[in-house]
Nanobody, 121 residues
Framework: QLVNSGGGLVQTGGSLRLSCAAS????????IGWFRQAPGKEREGVSC????????YYVDSVKGRFTISSDNAKNTIYLQMNNLKPEDTAVYYC????????????????WGQGTQVTVSS
Protein backbone atom coordinates (compact mmCIF):
# COMPACT_ATOMS: atom_id res chain seq x y z
CA GLN A 1 0.00 0.00 0.00
CA LEU A 2 0.91 3.67 -0.28
CA VAL A 3 0.42 6.20 2.51
CA ASN A 4 0.44 9.93 1.75
CA SER A 5 1.25 12.60 4.29
CA GLY A 6 2.54 16.15 4.57
CA GLY A 7 -0.28 18.28 3.25
CA GLY A 8 -1.56 21.41 4.93
CA LEU A 9 -2.43 25.07 4.64
CA VAL A 10 0.25 27.48 3.48
CA GLN A 11 0.39 31.02 2.17
CA THR A 12 1.36 31.93 -1.38
CA GLY A 13 5.11 31.54 -1.77
CA GLY A 14 5.37 28.99 1.01
CA SER A 15 6.65 25.41 0.93
CA LEU A 16 5.44 21.95 1.82
CA ARG A 17 6.97 18.49 1.53
CA LEU A 18 4.70 15.57 0.76
CA SER A 19 5.65 12.00 1.59
CA CYS A 20 4.60 8.71 0.01
CA ALA A 21 5.57 5.67 2.06
CA ALA A 22 5.32 2.24 0.47
CA SER A 23 4.82 -1.10 2.13
CA UNK A 24 4.72 -4.52 0.54
CA UNK A 25 6.94 -3.61 -2.41
CA UNK A 26 10.05 -1.61 -3.25
CA UNK A 27 10.32 1.39 -5.49
CA UNK A 28 13.01 -0.36 -7.52
CA UNK A 29 10.28 -2.26 -9.30
CA UNK A 30 7.92 0.63 -9.90
CA UNK A 31 7.55 4.11 -11.20
CA ILE A 32 6.00 6.44 -8.65
CA GLY A 33 3.92 9.38 -9.75
CA TRP A 34 2.38 12.33 -7.95
CA PHE A 35 -1.03 13.46 -9.14
CA ARG A 36 -3.37 16.19 -7.93
CA GLN A 37 -7.05 16.87 -8.21
CA ALA A 38 -8.61 20.28 -7.61
CA PRO A 39 -12.35 20.64 -6.99
CA GLY A 40 -14.30 20.24 -10.21
CA LYS A 41 -11.22 19.32 -12.23
CA GLU A 42 -9.70 16.16 -13.61
CA ARG A 43 -6.86 14.45 -11.77
CA GLU A 44 -3.60 15.52 -13.40
CA GLY A 45 -0.08 14.16 -13.27
CA VAL A 46 2.43 16.43 -11.56
CA SER A 47 5.70 14.52 -11.28
CA CYS A 48 7.13 11.03 -11.66
CA UNK A 49 10.27 9.13 -10.74
CA UNK A 50 11.41 5.76 -12.02
CA UNK A 51 14.52 3.78 -11.16
CA UNK A 52 14.31 2.02 -14.53
CA UNK A 53 15.52 5.06 -16.49
CA UNK A 54 16.82 7.31 -13.72
CA UNK A 55 14.85 10.26 -15.00
CA UNK A 56 12.57 12.68 -13.21
CA TYR A 57 9.48 14.11 -14.86
CA TYR A 58 7.47 17.26 -14.13
CA VAL A 59 4.44 18.88 -15.65
CA ASP A 60 5.30 22.33 -17.04
CA SER A 61 3.29 24.19 -14.41
CA VAL A 62 5.50 22.96 -11.55
CA LYS A 63 8.93 22.88 -13.19
CA GLY A 64 11.46 24.82 -11.16
CA ARG A 65 9.21 24.80 -8.09
CA PHE A 66 8.62 21.12 -7.27
CA THR A 67 11.26 18.42 -6.74
CA ILE A 68 10.63 14.69 -6.55
CA SER A 69 13.10 12.49 -4.69
CA SER A 70 13.41 9.09 -3.07
CA ASP A 71 14.82 7.64 0.15
CA ASN A 72 15.50 3.98 -0.51
CA ALA A 73 16.24 3.20 3.13
CA LYS A 74 12.80 4.46 4.13
CA ASN A 75 11.07 3.24 0.96
CA THR A 76 9.58 6.70 0.69
CA ILE A 77 9.11 9.16 -2.17
CA TYR A 78 8.96 12.88 -1.49
CA LEU A 79 7.56 15.86 -3.34
CA GLN A 80 9.16 19.10 -2.21
CA MET A 81 6.91 21.98 -3.23
CA ASN A 82 8.32 25.50 -3.13
CA ASN A 83 6.93 28.88 -4.16
CA LEU A 84 3.41 27.52 -3.89
CA LYS A 85 0.59 29.29 -5.69
CA PRO A 86 -3.18 29.27 -5.09
CA GLU A 87 -3.60 27.23 -8.27
CA ASP A 88 -1.60 24.44 -6.62
CA THR A 89 -4.49 23.88 -4.21
CA ALA A 90 -5.67 20.29 -4.61
CA VAL A 91 -5.70 16.84 -3.09
CA TYR A 92 -2.35 15.26 -3.90
CA TYR A 93 -2.00 11.52 -4.47
CA CYS A 94 0.98 9.28 -5.06
CA UNK A 95 0.56 6.20 -7.21
CA UNK A 96 2.61 3.22 -8.33
CA UNK A 97 3.10 1.96 -11.87
CA UNK A 98 4.87 -1.32 -12.65
CA UNK A 99 6.02 0.02 -15.99
CA UNK A 100 7.54 3.38 -16.87
CA UNK A 101 6.79 6.91 -15.78
CA UNK A 102 3.55 8.32 -17.10
CA UNK A 103 1.11 11.15 -16.47
CA UNK A 104 -1.84 8.97 -17.43
CA UNK A 105 -4.00 8.07 -14.45
CA UNK A 106 -5.03 4.75 -16.04
CA UNK A 107 -1.41 3.54 -16.05
CA UNK A 108 -1.27 3.48 -12.25
CA UNK A 109 -2.84 0.62 -10.34
CA UNK A 110 -2.01 1.43 -6.72
CA TRP A 111 -2.93 4.76 -5.10
CA GLY A 112 -2.35 6.47 -1.81
CA GLN A 113 -5.27 7.96 0.10
CA GLY A 114 -4.42 11.55 -0.82
CA THR A 115 -3.43 14.59 1.20
CA GLN A 116 -4.95 18.07 1.00
CA VAL A 117 -2.77 21.01 0.02
CA THR A 118 -4.34 24.46 0.35
CA VAL A 119 -2.50 27.61 -0.71
CA SER A 120 -4.05 30.86 0.44
CA SER A 121 -3.60 34.12 -1.44
Amino acid sequence: QLVNSGGGLVQTGGSLRLSCAASGFTFDEHAIGWFRQAPGKEREGVSCIAKSDGNLYYVDSVKGRFTISSDNAKNTIYLQMNNLKPEDTAVYYCAANRKNCSFFRADFGLWGQGTQVTVSS
